[in-house]
């Protein structure tokens, strides 16, 4: 039985411990209070229900459908979280509410969270924001932009398919008259065909060229990655000190697909003690700006509000990755064109133009981990810089998993070439299917893995496979296996 604040775990229920013992605990301030029968050793009481709102709300509210203005983006808003549970009080948490309707609990075309939670649908979503006004709902207006951002995104077919799923489920939901009014609104929506929003239309100047090919791709992308379902990988910080030294881990593996080979004791003393090797300083520069960025307040969780953003936070971002590296115009967009292989990537021209248009195409995509991979994508397709654009891609992928409290994803070396020829497929041939999956496996490796320290992790690092040879991975079909 726990008897000081350092046993305690994160979250604290009494239904699991003697009462005694707890109110001993909360008595000696080694507990903390947040609500009725729940506890935690932490002080700072909103940062952890902010990390731990899913496991909260599982515990509290099991099977609840996280709905109303909360259905768009799948997590609190303004300080409340709008669930459908049977339960009927409200549980008042520091800096959050979960405040419960009735309804009808989980449908069809419901997505699954974390801990048996449920997550409306798209359809379900609009139906229910649609219903007769009230303060749990979004103002209409933000609603309409919400269909005007998934006709951008997926276009007339998807919307004509969304339509008749919604006239399905509006019966079984009792939002008939919600259904009407979706209707109204798609219907002049569909006749005038995809918009942008005021925001990404003056994003991108008159005559700013753009590549076609690419933003049809984009658009595709965007429309199978809308299809997908939410995963939802919370950085619980229960486990924060699992996560100590990825940041080191992110920065070396991220260089050393791109060539940059150090050995983890080189790249330790580089990036702990500040030992630069003589010979390959610029090599060794690389790193501490990977580590920087992937460290640093002000880029880490840092995600773009437009596409105006998206520009500035990439030539941020690289003006410090290749800081040593002058040649290459760090911080600047290329004036050169790019290659690699049999890839062609968009003209000098083409670079910011396409950056614009590409991020409005995805703006309607509301799963941290999907557009995530959208612009991780984006990037890596557009390569807007004459170097660094991998890292760059990486960094741009984690930082909107991170701002959405989610597991950033390092890709290991022994990942090397499933993830390569993931993107390569996506590029060549459309194949979104193999990238999601490959991007869903390197997440869940790297939420299962011990960084709390090289002791922890680099024997794990050994048995999962992670730093093999990638050649000889592929020679020898080894897998990266999860721990």
Avoid: C
């Avoid at 008939?176 to 979706?182: C, S, Y």
């Avoid at 429309?223 to 030294?245: M, N, V, Y």
């Avoid at 967009?333 to 062609?344: F, I, K, S």
């Avoid at 890596?380 to 890292?391: L, T």
């Amino acid at each position: 039985m726990p008897a000081s604040a350092s046993r305690w775990t994160r979250l604290v229920w009494t239904a699991d411990h003697s009462r005694a013992v707890v109110s001993r605990a909360v008595a000696a301030g080694r507990l903390h209070h947040l609500a009725r029968g729940l506890y935690t050793p932490d002080p700072d009481t909103t940062a952890v229900v902010n990390a731990e709102w899913t496991t909260i709300l599982a515990r509290e509210f099991p099977g609840a459908v996280i709905v109303d203005a909360s259905a768009r983006a799948l997590r609190p808003v303004d300080g409340r979280l709008l669930i459908d549970h049977p339960r009927r009080h409200a549980l008042v948490l520091p800096g959050l509410v979960i405040d419960p309707r009735s309804g009808p609990g989980p449908v069809d075309g419901d997505g699954r969270g974390p801990g048996g939670i449920f997550v409306s649908s798209v359809e379900r979503g609009l139906l229910d924001n649609l219903a007769v006004a009230n303060e749990r709902l979004m103002p209409e207006e933000e609603v309409r932009r919400w269909i005007e951002d998934i006709l951008t995104a997926r276009g007339t077919a998807y919307m004509n398919g969304l339509r008749d799923r919604a006239r399905e489920l509006a019966p079984k939901i009792r939002r008939q008259g919600a259904f009407g009014r979706l209707r109204a609104i798609i219907r002049p929506t569909l006749a005038t065909g995809p918009v942008r929003s005021s925001a990404a239309a003056s994003a991108r100047r008159p005559g700013m060229a753009v590549d076609p090919r690419r933003l049809e791709r984009f658009a595709a992308l965007a429309a199978f990655l809308a299809d997908q379902p939410p995963e939802l990988a919370p950085a619980s910080s229960q486990f924060a000190s699992r996560r100590t030294l990825m940041p080191f881990y992110e920065a070396y593996f991220s260089n050393y697909i791109e060539g940059t080979e150090f050995t983890l004791d080189e790249a330790a003393s580089i990036v702990f003690e500040g030992s630069l090797p003589a010979q390959r300083p610029e090599d060794a520069h690389d790193i501490l700006g990977t580590y920087r960025l992937a460290t640093d307040p002000d880029f880490a969780a840092v995600v773009p509000r437009d596409g105006r953003d998206l520009v500035a936070l990439l030539e941020a971002r690289h003006a410090i990755l290749m800081a040593w590296r002058p040649e290459v115009a760090p911080g600047r967009l290329r004036d050169v064109n790019v290659r690699a292989g049999g890839t062609v990537f968009p003209r000098p021209e083409l670079v910011e133009g396409t950056l614009l248009d590409g991020f409005a195409t995805g703006s309607g995509l509301t799963d941290p981990f999907g557009r995530a991979l959208y612009l991780h994508y984006v990037v890596s397709e557009v390569h807007p810089f004459a170097d660094g654009n991998g890292r760059t891609s990486r960094l741009t992928m984690n930082a909107e998993l991170e701002s959405a409290g989610m597991i950033r994803i390092v890709i290991p070396t022994g990942y090397r070439e499933d993830y390569l020829g993931t993107l390569r497929a996506a590029s060549n041939d459309g194949h979104f299917a193999g990238m999601v999956s490959a991007f869903r496996h390197a997440l869940r490796w790297t939420a299962r893995m011990d960084f709390s320290s090289r002791e922890t992790a680099e024997p794990l690092l050994e048995a999962t496979n992670a730093l093999i040879d990638p050649v000889t991975a592929v020679r020898e079909g080894i897998k990266l296996q999860l721990p």
